[in-house]
C-alpha cells in the first residue's frame, strides 16, 4: 500500500479502537470516517488483492453475509463487517481491522453499491431482493432497481449471483439490450430465495405492464421479462447445487427464509471455488446474527429475539416465528423512520388465534392497525410486564431496529 493508505489505515484502527474503548459501540463507522479522511482512496488501497464478495439487498443482507463468510472461510481467512456497518466507512473500518486477508465477504446498504462496487472490484456480488424500506427515508424501488443496473453495466466482468424469484433483482441484473454484439453479457447465476413480499414488484420495471405470478413463476405479460431457471434452489430442509446435487442444510438460524439465505452464501462461495459439500457444515456456526435470533431464558420463558423493520421483513418474520404467544414492539425513533404508516401495508392476519402483546412507543399506531385488521392483542408497557403475562415456554418477541435495541438491553440488564 502506498504510504498514505499505510498511516491512514493504521489511525483508522486506532480511532475504533479508542472509540470502542470507550463503550461508543464497535468504533467502525469513525474509525472509517476518519481513515477516508486521511486517504480518500483508502478503501481501494485495502481491497486491493483481497478476492472480494459484495452482499446486498433490502433484506437479509447481514445473515447471508455471515454465511457466506463462513463458507468462504472453507479457503482461509475473511475479513467482513460483521456488525451491519454496511457503508464505506464500515467496509474500510473492517478492512482495516481485519489486516492482510485473501477474501472479504462485505455487507452494502443498497443505495451504496454502486460506490462500493467501484471502491473495491470485487470478484461477485450478491443480490437478494428489492422492497419498500424506511418510508422518509429509501429510494423508490424502481429507482434502486435502476441504480444497480447502472452500476452493474459499468462493471461487466463482476460474476453477479441473483434471486431469480424478484423480478426488481432479475432487471437489475439483466443488462439492457445491446447493439454492441461484442459485449458481453454479464455472467449471473440465479438462485431461488423465494419473495413473500410481492407488493413492490406487480409492475414490470421494463415496459410498465403487470407481472403475473403462478406458483413460484412470474412473468410479464407485455415483454419477455421472466423468472429465469435458478441454479440453486432450497428443497426440504437442504440446497440443490447447480449439478442436481442435494445437500441438507443443518441451521442453528429458524425458517425457510434463512434457508434460502444457506443457499445464496453456498452460491456465493461456489463462485470462488468452494464445494457445497465442504462449505454447509460450517454454515451451522452461526447462532445469532448481532443479537437477531438470539434465545435468552428468563423466568422459565424461552425468549427469541426476531428483526423486523419493513413490510417484507415481517412477513419473512411471521414465517421465522412459532406458534406461540409473541410479543410486537413498535418504536418510531430517527433509525426506525419516522413514518409508520407502513403499519397498514402488513397483514398481521397469520398471528390470529395465538396470544399476542404489544408494546413500543408506538404501541398504539400498531393497535389500531391490528383493530382493523381483526386481530386480538394485549397492551403491555414494559417488557417485564409482557413476561408476566405469558406462560412458561416459548416467547416469539418481533421488534422494529430500537425497539429491538431497547428489548436486547433490558435482557441484558436482567442477565
Ligand atoms: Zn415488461
Redesign the pocket.
Given at each position: 500500500m502506498p504510504l498514505r493508505a499505510k498511516v491512514a489505515s493504521s489511525v483508522s484502527r486506532t480511532a475504533a479502537a479508542l472509540s470502542r474503548a470507550a463503550g461508543r459501540g464497535d468504533g467502525s463507522v469513525i474509525g472509517g470516517w476518519i481513515g477516508l479522511k486521511i486517504d480518500p482512496d483508502l478503501l481501494a488501497h485495502l481491497a486491493a488483492g483481497r478476492a472480494i464478495a459484495l452482499v446486498s439487498g433490502t433484506n437479509g443482507k447481514t445473515t447471508t453475509t455471515r454465511l457466506a463468510a463462513a463458507a468462504v472461510g472453507v479457503l482461509g481467512r475473511v475479513a467482513t463487517n460483521s456488525f451491519g456497518a454496511n457503508m464505506p466507512t464500515g467496509h474500510t473500518s473492517a478492512l482495516a481491522k481485519a489486516g492482510s486477508t485473501p477474501y472479504a465477504v462485505l455487507e452494502v446498504d443498497e443505495h451504496y453499491l454502486a460506490q462500493v462496487l467501484e471502491a473495491t472490484e470485487p470478484h461477485v456480488v450478491a443480490l437478494l431482493n428489492l422492497s419498500r424500506d424506511q418510508l422518509d427515508r429509501a429510494k423508490e424501488v424502481a429507482m434502486m432497481a435502476q441504480l444497480w443496473r447502472a452500476a452493474l453495466v459499468r462493471h461487466p466482468d463482476v460474476r453477479v449471483v441473483a434471486n431469480a424469484d424478484d423480478p426488481m433483482v432479475v432487471w437489475a441484473a439483466s443488462p439492457p439490450p445491446s447493439h454492441d454484439h461484442r459485449a458481453n453479457p454479464p455472467h449471473v447465476t440465479w438462485f431461488s430465495a423465494g419473495q413473500r413480499w410481492h407488493d413492490d414488484s406487480w409492475v414490470?420495471p421494463?415496459?410498465g405492464?403487470t407481472i403475473q405470478r403462478s406458483g413460484e413463476q412470474w412473468w410479464?405479460t407485455?415483454?419477455p421479462?421472466r423468472r429465469p431457471q435458478p441454479q440453486w434452489t432450497v428443497e426440504d430442509d437442504g440446497v440443490l447445487d447447480p449439478t442436481g446435487a442435494w445437500h441438507k442444510v443443518a441451521l442453528q438460524l429458524p425458517g425457510k427464509v434463512n434457508l434460502g439465505n444457506a443457499a445464496t452464501a453456498l452460491a456465493v462461495a461456489a463462485e470462488f471455488g468452494v464445494r457445497p459439500v465442504d462449505a454447509v457444515s460450517r454454515l451451522a456456526s452461526v447462532t445469532s446474527v448481532a443479537g437477531r435470533y438470539a434465545q435468552v431464558e428468563k423466568e422459565g420463558r424461552l425468549i427469541r429475539l426476531l428483526l423486523a423493520k419493513n413490510p417484507a421483513s415481517w412477513l419473512e418474520a411471521f414465517d421465522m416465528a412459532d406458534q406461540a404467544p409473541t410479543l410486537l414492539s413498535i418504536n418510531a425513533r430517527d433509525p426506525d423512520g419516522l413514518d409508520t404508516s407502513w403499519l397498514f401495508d402488513v397483514d398481521f392476519a397469520p398471528l390470529r388465534g395465538r396470544q399476542l402483546l404489544i408494546t413500543g412507543d408506538r404501541a398504539y399506531d400498531l393497535a389500531v392497525r391490528l383493530d382493523v385488521n381483526e386481530v386480538a392483542f394485549q397492551h403491555v408497557r414494559t417488557f417485564a410486564e409482557a413476561i408476566r403475562a405469558v406462560p412458561p415456554g416459548r416467547l416469539e418477541v418481533i421488534a422494529n431496529y430500537t425497539a429491538f435495541q431497547d428489548i436486547r438491553a433490558e435482557l441484558d440488564r436482567v442477565n
Open positions: 414490470c421494463e415496459c405492464s410479464c407485455g415483454c421479462l
